[in-house]
């Protein structure tokens, strides 16, 4: 797959695009059906299945107090496209400037032959555009009988009764819930890093972690899961103990800090870019009486991580 910064920047042209346009963060089972549509389309009509998507997410431009954690980072959020079978990511820098584009100048500037030149668009049903979102469905309609471009609107898709969404895929994670969201992600909920070197006491007590100092913005709630560790370099996976918190036993007011026990792992992995998954919640986090007591939690813990581990799918 290729990727490109910038609608106007290409260093060629895309073959007949077929153009999915949006956030997709997460890239979750939505996500999955907009893309596979373009696929489709794409190679019905002898031509390309990209996506049009922006960096950073808008709301951090225009509203970044109340912008949202992002659940994928742009590199992962690739990583993800052509996975899905997507030919060409192009990733449009979202600044004052562009925020300030016309409903009808997106469609001339971007979309039109003066820009992607599009064959066929795809988007969600409440896709919104343009200078205070002055362009929706109905707008992008009728630029593309002006500009001689198809549509494609994709109605939600819902798993198990729930709508599959961005903004419900975080709720799910921030209450803990990752099973949730990964019955809306179609995997499990992430979190990666670089591990770092942390306080040590996992080694005072016989439970070595490597400390991942995330990159994700979205983390889940603290507490003790259950899931599995990648190596990224090699794309090595161990089973996981997988702990998010303050360390309450040992003290108070620390800063949050994500800490997995990687089971059967001997090998060093400082300086590794770690992937952590999340699959069970375990317990919350708690401060117990004595390092006696919390290492035979974290014994516990280990057993329940190895059993899910072990579990089939």
């Not at 089971?263 to 390092?291: A, N, V, W």
Request: charged fraction near 20%; aromatic fraction near 8%.
């Amino acid at each position: 797959m290729e990727s490109f910064r910038g609608y106007n920047a290409l260093p060629r042209r895309l073959r007949a695009p077929v153009v999915a346009i949006g956030n997709f963060d997460g890239v979750h089972r939505g996500h999955a059906h907009i893309f596979a549509q373009a696929r489709a389309l794409a190679e019905a009509q002898g031509g390309e299945a990209a996506v049009l998507t922006f960096d950073p997410h808008p709301a951090k431009v225009l509203a970044p107090t109340f912008a949202p954690p992002l659940i994928t980072p742009l590199p992962r959020k690739l990583e993800l496209c052509a996975a899905a079978g997507v030919d060409v990511v192009v990733v449009q820098p979202f600044d004052q400037a562009f925020a300030s584009i016309s409903a009808d100048q997106f469609g001339e500037r971007v979309l039109g032959p003066a820009g992607l030149a599009v064959r066929h668009v795809v988007v969600g049903y409440d896709f919104t555009f343009g200078s205070k979102r002055s362009g929706n469905v109905d707008k992008l309609a009728a630029l593309g009988r002006q500009f001689h471009f198809g549509l494609t609107v994709v109605q939600p898709v819902s798993v198990d009764g729930i709508v599959c969404s961005s903004t419900k895929v975080r709720e799910f994670v921030l209450e803990g819930r990752v099973d949730g969201a990964a019955l809306l992600l179609g995997r499990a909920p992430e979190v990666e890093g670089v591990v770092v070197r942390g306080a040590g006491r996992g080694r005072t007590i016989g439970v070595p972690t490597a400390n991942v100092q995330p990159e994700t913005e979205l983390l889940p709630k603290n507490g003790v899961y259950a899931g599995w560790g990648e190596r990224l370099s090699d794309g090595t996976r161990w089973g996981a103990a997988i702990n998010i918190g303050t360390n309450p036993t040992f003290a108070s007011g620390q800063a949050v800090s994500v800490e997995a026990h990687l089971l059967d792992c001997d090998s060093d992995l400082y300086g590794e870019r770690l992937r952590l998954g999340f699959t069970r919640r375990m317990r919350d986090e708690e401060r117990f009486p004595s390092r006696e007591a919390l290492v035979a939690q974290i014994g516990r813990d280990i057993e329940q991580a190895r059993a899910a581990w072990a579990a089939p799918g």
